[in-house]
Nanobody, 124 residues
Framework: QVQLAESGGGLVQAGGSLRLSCAAS????????MGWFRQAPGKEREFVAA????????YYADSVKGRFTISRDNAKNTVLLQMNRLKPENTAVYYC?????????????????WGQGTQVTVSS
């Protein structure tokens, strides 16, 4: 059974940082591209960042480029999202997801497995 477990969310002031972690089990992690998405209240889920299976390629939403960094550790079956210079509009539930195609994509429908999400709240 595939499980993706996010952690690291919380409450932070604008301008602060958080690091989200997603621990994967039940799949051959190194075969999967991994992505982070988020969903704010009343809004649709949106792409944040993705990393290919071997970490050679990364992708970011324009709104987070230069502030967020995605990385992965295939030995630990973990994907991280370092979030710096956070803004109130970054408040959302953040989800990690796994895509068996491996290359990385911004399209949520391409992802096979999803975590339960972790809440990030940025106060002004």
């Amino acid at each position: 059974q595939v499980q993706l477990a996010e952690s690291g969310g919380g409450l932070v002031q604008a301008g602060g940082s958080l690091r989200l972690s997603c621990a994967a089990s039940g799949l051959i992690f190194s075969n999967y591209a991994m992505g982070w998405f988020r969903q704010a209240p009343g809004k649709e889920r949106e792409f944040v960042a993705a990393v290919s299976w071997g970490a050679r390629s990364t992708y970011y939403a324009d709104s987070v480029k230069g502030r967020f960094t995605i990385s992965r550790d295939n030995a630990k079956n973990t994907v991280l999202l370092q979030m710096n210079r956070l803004k109130p509009e970054n408040t959302a539930v953040y989800y990690c997801a796994a895509d068996h195609l491996g290359g990385g994509t911004v399209v949520a429908a391409s992802y096979d497995y999803w975590g339960q999400g972790t809440q990030v709240t940025v106060s002004s």
